[in-house]
């Protein structure tokens, strides 16, 4: 199909209209097995920036660019953005919208599969990008636990995974516990669903992740730490004691005697457990762990 001759830096396009068109004289629509929903609200595009505080210093990280809305005030504001998209239709659009400014590097792959390292060595960079909410847990480990995790991550997810990240302990999942294992998460805004086109059925929101300087257990450490931590979701209804008990494969009053070292009385809920509680627990484990046998 022949592309008729487009001034894209004219384009708008948080403009619907002016997408739409885009969009047309590609042969493209709204993909949803990526998770298309491109963002067309101005005012949100500019919360999310201000929301990753970036400098002319500052290198970013961006996934999942789709038409380059964000990539656009990205590189704007920073030294250097290096945006991924992995669908070739999309990328060939990027490449028209933001392909010519001289700050951004583009790159055709999975965000699954990237290597922050390849692109940042070890200096620090932040990441900032529209996830689609098909694969926003996996993405938040894959960045989260490579060697070079970004410092700070501003990113926007469906409404019900920001509030379930940035929970309080009484309403802490695996999810939440994971993420603020690393870093300390909030909600900057809620954002509704008409604020992208295609429309998706629920309410998004920009979630800001400070992390910490380090992590707190080396990778092996990490492996079993988690295992703690999903065993005591692993049946979420019952009481601490029992789903520790069925998922770790203790005598319950071993499980029983390491709550009680680490503080926390056994007829608890995992919801309910802070980091700090989760850390003490397993610090219980790791002592029965490494104590010889008799």
């Known amino acids: ?17 002016d997408l739409r068109n885009l ?11 990526f998770g ?14 201000e929301a990753a505080e970036i400098n002319a210093n500052d290198e970013v990280l961006e996934v999942g660019s789709g038409t380059g809305v964000l990539t656009r005030e990205l ?5 250097r953005v290096v945006a991924v998209e992995l669908e070739r239709d999309m990328l060939t659009l ?4 933001v392909g010519e400014r001289p700050n951004v590097e583009l790159v055709e792959r999975n965000l699954l599969f990237i290597n922050p390292q390849d692109h940042f060595e070890h200096r620090p960079y932040k990441l900032v990008a529209n996830l689609p909410y098909y694969i926003t847990a996996p993405t938040f480990r894959h960045f989260l636990e490579s060697q070079n995790p970004p410092r700070l991550l501003v990113v926007m997810v469906q409404l019900e995974v ?11 999942s695996v999810l939440g516990v994971s993420i603020q294992f690393y870093g300390k998460p909030r909600i900057v805004s809620k954002v509704p669903a008409q604020a992208f086109y295609p429309a ?33 979701f692993a049946e979420k209804r019952k009481q601490l004691h029992n789903s520790l008990t069925h998922a770790l494969h203790y005598k319950n009053e071993v499980v029983r005697a390491c709550l009680s070292q680490a503080g ?6 995992a919801e309910m457990l802070s980091i700090e509680e989760w850390m003490q627990l397993w610090r219980a484990f790791e002592a029965l762990r490494t104590t010889p046998a008799e």
């Open 1 to 17: 199909m022949a592309v008729p001759n487009i001034n894209y830096d004219a384009i708008d396009l948080t403009n619907m209209r």
């Open 200 to 232: 998706p059925k629920v309410d998004s929101a920009i979630l800001r992740i400070d992390i910490n300087d380090e992590a707190p257990l080396t990778l092996d450490e990490r492996d079993r730490f988690f295992r703690v931590v999903q065993a005591g």
């Open 75 to 79: 590189a704007q504001e920073a030294r």
């Open 94 to 97: 990027l490449e028209k919208t």
């Open 264 to 269: 926390i009385e056994a007829n608890r809920r």
């Open 36 to 49: 298309q929903n491109f963002l067309i609200d101005r005012n949100v595009l500019q919360r999310i920036v």
């Open 162 to 172: 920001a509030q379930r990240i940035a929970a309080a302990p009484g309403d802490l």
């Open 23 to 33: 969009l047309y004289a590609h042969g493209m629509r709204p993909n949803k097995a």
